[in-house]
Antibody
């Protein structure tokens, strides 16, 4: 059974770079899309971006200048980097499998700026 | 890319049915039959309950149903149960490798 396990620094200072990883346990990247989503405190879900196993990416236009999603197929992991963080980037960050059928999610990582 | 519009809150009594609306545009909901709905209990990861407008993943109760007309989609929950109390989010494909979420609706079971 495929599971997503995510981790990364939970406390950042303004202007630092957020870095999170998500490991795909029990499966592989082949043919799939991998997505990052966040939820600021008291607010709704926000789509951050997606990467295909081929390496193609797309990002939320509101974050595009600061975000990068990459994958490490050899370690079955994909990553999120968000630069120049501010308090507005404080949120629970989730990784998920898929492009629009997001059936499998990571446990979430609380990031505080 | 603007968020889809959902009511902030809905409520219903156990056993009743409720419907949550999700309004988008001709660039997202109106263009693709790729609307999803998620149930989100605080402290847990969101759970996919409807995908491709009206399909249910394995294990999801048939009390949950989805539909779409034009630029708007809706989620209906019948036979409300206490455990249905949660936040519900719609989500639509919006073009090449792009998703947009709704603002979320808090369901209260009275």
């Amino acid at each position: 059974q495929v599971q997503l396990q995510q981790w990364g620094a939970g406390l950042l200072k303004p202007s630092e770079t957020l870095s999170l990883k998500c490991a795909v346990n029990g499966g592989s990247f082949s043919g799939d899309y991998w997505t990052w989503i966040r939820q600021p405190p008291g607010k709704g879900l926000e789509w951050i971006g997606v990467i295909h196993h081929s390496g193609s990416t797309n990002y939320n236009p509101s974050l595009k200048s600061r975000v990068a999603i990459s994958l490490d197929a050899s370690n079955n992991q994909f990553s999120l980097e968000l630069s120049s963080v501010t308090a507005a980037d404080t949120a629970i960050y989730y990784c998920a499998k898929g492009l629009y059928k997001l059936l499998l999610w990571g446990q979430g990582t609380v990031v505080t700026v | 890319q603007s968020a889809l519009t959902q009511p902030a809150s809905v409520s219903g009594s156990p056993g009743q049915s409720i419907t949550i609306s999700c309004t988008g545009t001709s660039s997202d909901v109106g263009s693709y039959n790729l609307v999803s709905w998620f149930q989100h209990h605080p402290g847990k990861a969101p759970k996919l309950i409807i995908y491709e407008v009206s399909k249910r993943p394995s294990g999801v109760s048939d009390r949950f149903s989805g539909s779409k007309s034009g630029d708007a989609a809706s989620l209906t929950i019948s036979g409300l149960q206490a455990d249905d109390e949660a936040d519900y989010y719609c989500c639509s494909y919006a073009g090449p490798m792009t998703l947009v979420f709704g603002g979320g609706t808090k369901l209260t079971v009275l």
